[in-house]
């Protein structure tokens, strides 16, 4: 058994109503292995006194290792700060598990009430770790993981100029061991492949488990399908 940790970024934008401190793509300004702060980020002006929201949509990914793998352990991260004591401002980040049908069946996230400095929020998830799990126990490839951007806020009555909040850094950390494929064979039975798990040879009236699949038929023999005595 071997054991890792996937780290997911964003690396495509779905949605984008913040604005972006440079170029018109939000993903690659919060993408950062190492925070950058104010040099690179996506923000919401705060023009008026009255609450305003934006939120933007980032599909995240990373390197996915081979073959089965088990989740133990899930953390998600982001950074942001707002320009002054002079606004009230907030923000949340989903993340999701995306389903087969499209769907997000996972709604973890960070959040905070904003100050002028950057910090960064970092929460387990228990659920995320639980959706993984049940989707990686029927399906063989790694799902869509999208992370949902919300921020909101408003300037102060005795503020002149405009504030701001800006969001400069989002990912995920998913701690994994490797899981040993259990061997499988495929039967046609009425024109149906069906799967089984297990395989059992006759010895002595004795039924004994078999572990080598690919080695255990003979080409030159016709099998019959029977059931264990």
């Not at 984008?16 to 440079?22: D, E, F, I, M, N």
């Not at 969001?167 to 061991?177: F, G």
């Not at 023999?221 to 029977?226: L, M, Q, R, S, T």
């Amino acid at each position: 058994m071997a054991t890792g940790t996937i780290v997911l970024r964003p690396s495509r934008d779905v949605s984008l109503t913040h604005k972006c401190s440079r170029g018109s793509q939000g993903y690659i300004l919060i993408y950062d292995n190492v925070a950058d702060d104010d040099s690179t980020y996506i923000y919401h002006n705060l023009s008026s006194t009255s609450t305003s929201n934006h939120t933007s949509t980032f599909i995240l990914t990373g390197e996915i290792p081979s073959g089965k793998i088990k989740i133990n352990e899930v953390r998600l991260y982001s950074r942001a700060r707002k320009s002054s004591s002079g606004e009230t401002a907030n923000y949340h980040c989903y993340f999701g598990v995306n389903t087969n049908n499209g769907g997000n069946s996972a709604n973890s996230g960070t959040s905070a009430t904003l100050s002028q400095n950057y910090s960064t929020i970092n929460e387990n998830s228990t659920e995320m770790v639980n959706e993984l799990n049940n989707y990686l126990n029927t399906n063989d490839t790694f799902p869509t993981i999208s992370v949902a951007i919300t921020t909101s806020g408003r300037k102060s009555s005795n503020k002149n100029n405009d504030g701001y909040i800006r969001v400069t850094q989002v990912y995920m950390e998913i701690d994994y061991e490797t899981v040993e494929e259990q061997s499988s064979l495929y039967v046609k039975e009425n024109g149906v492949w069906n799967k089984y798990t297990k395989i059992y040879i006759k010895s002595n009236n004795n039924w004994i488990e078999q572990q080598d699949f690919e080695n255990i038929f003979n080409s030159n023999v016709n099998y019959v399908k029977g059931e264990v005595q």
